[in-house]
């Protein structure tokens, strides 16, 4: 069973960094597919960054390209982002999502992941 929980959002001026942490208490992490995704007051949820299990398969969104990296920890069942240069428009809720996946293909659509987490608030204030 897959439980997944965000932790490390908060407040933070422009500019600076911060790291978010998706806990996968379940025990099949390393068969997961994983990936941040996010949604802002009054839009559509969208595809933040995600890793598939090769750890070369990182893929992200062109919005945070440069300025975001995406991690995992195998013994730690953890995934990361790290958020650097964050920018007002970064402000959203963000959720870590999983789903069942072996290939190598970058998946960037909600529909293809099937567990969720709670999602963590990052605020970025100008």
């Known amino acids: 069973q897959v439980q997944l929980v965000e932790s490390g959002g908060g407040l933070v001026q422009a500019g600076n960094s911060l790291t978010l942490s998706c806990l996968d208490s379940?025990?099949?992490?390393?068969?997961?597919?994983m990936a941040w995704f996010r949604q802002a007051p009054g839009k559509e949820r969208e595809f933040v960054a995600g890793q598939n299990t090769s750890p070369d398969s990182a893929f992200y969104a062109d919005s945070v390209k440069g300025r975001f990296t995406v991690s995992r920890d195998y013994p730690l069942s953890t995934m990361y982002l790290q958020m650097t240069s964050l920018k007002p428009e970064d402000t959203a809720v963000y959720y870590c999502?999983?789903?069942?996946?072996?290939?190598?293909?970058?998946?960037?659509?909600?529909?293809?992941?099937?567990?969720w987490g709670q999602g963590t608030q990052v605020t970025v204030s100008s």
């Open positions: 999502a999983a789903d069942h996946f072996l290939g190598s293909s970058p998946r960037t659509k909600i529909d293809e992941y099937q567990y």
């Open positions: 379940g025990r099949t992490f390393r068969a997961y597919s």
